[in-house]
């Protein structure tokens, strides 16, 4: 079962900064918080991953909080293409580990 | 820099019947999983091939069966079809576990009908 609590939806107006909220209490120390989203008829795109500091990239920006029980992704200027379902992931920091995902977030952004 | 590509992209077939779905790797990557996703449902993990031995195996029966060739693509197959595995079936590639941390890359599946 996916270690993570997502809600189901969200909207955001294109433009505005979309911030998808992701729970994982039961986070271990050797876990990773990764974030996929997957467009329509797309496999799952990777966006970013971290531990337990900040991180930024082109995408997005992943802010987890101190006690890393919860984290959020920030992408800063929605546009209609970031219309998706988002996946927030905890694993095991390594290349051969199974992703479990869960039913993720679905975003709409709007015009 | 291509990255992960599937074929065929989309596959219609009948119960009972057997089928193959092939993967190529990300350029550089050495290790192959495959996931199944129902329709409005999250992805679900098959099993994993590195070094062209099954390595790790999620809660699938033995219909499903892959192999990995030595340039480090892959096939699943899956026997004795039913209508159930009318799925997205998804190939990620990544690093081995000796490189540490590494996402997957995801191709963009094979879509299976069982008709």
């Known amino acids: 079962d996916a270690k993570t609590t997502q809600p189901t939806s969200m909207d955001c107006a294109e433009g505005r900064a979309a911030n998808l909220p992701c729970n994982h209490s039961?986070?271990?120390?050797?876990?990773?918080v990764y974030w996929y989203r997957q467009i329509h008829s797309q496999g799952p795109q990777y966006i970013i991953h971290g531990l337990k500091n900040n991180e930024t990239n082109e995408m997005a920006s992943l802010i987890i909080t101190e006690d890393r029980k919860s984290s959020t992704l920030i992408l800063p200027h929605a546009t209609l293409r970031d219309t998706a379902v988002y996946y927030c992931?905890?694993?095991?920091?390594?290349?051969?580990?199974?992703?479990?995902f869960g039913k993720g977030t679905r975003l709409s952004v709007i015009a | 820099d291509a990255g992960v590509t599937q074929s065929p992209t989309h596959l219609i077939k009948t119960r009972g019947q057997q089928v193959t779905l092939r993967c190529s790797p990300k350029s550089g990557h050495d290790t192959v999983s495959w996931y199944q996703q129902a329709l409005g449902q999250g992805p679900q993990f098959i099993f994993q091939y590195y070094e062209e031995e099954e390595r790790q195996r999620g809660n699938f029966p033995d219909r499903f069966s892959g192999h990995q060739f030595p340039n480090y693509s892959s096939e699943l197959n899956v026997n004795a079809l039913l209508l159930g595995d009318s799925a997205l079936y998804l190939c990620?590639?990544?690093?081995?576990?000796?490189?540490?941390?590494?996402?997957?890359?995801f191709g963009d599946g094979t879509r299976l009908s069982i008709l």
């Open positions: 039961t986070i271990s120390g050797n876990e990773y």
């Open positions: 990620a590639s990544s690093l081995g576990a000796s490189q540490g941390d590494q996402p997957q890359h």
């Open positions: 992931i905890v694993r095991v920091g390594s290349g051969n580990t199974p992703l479990v």
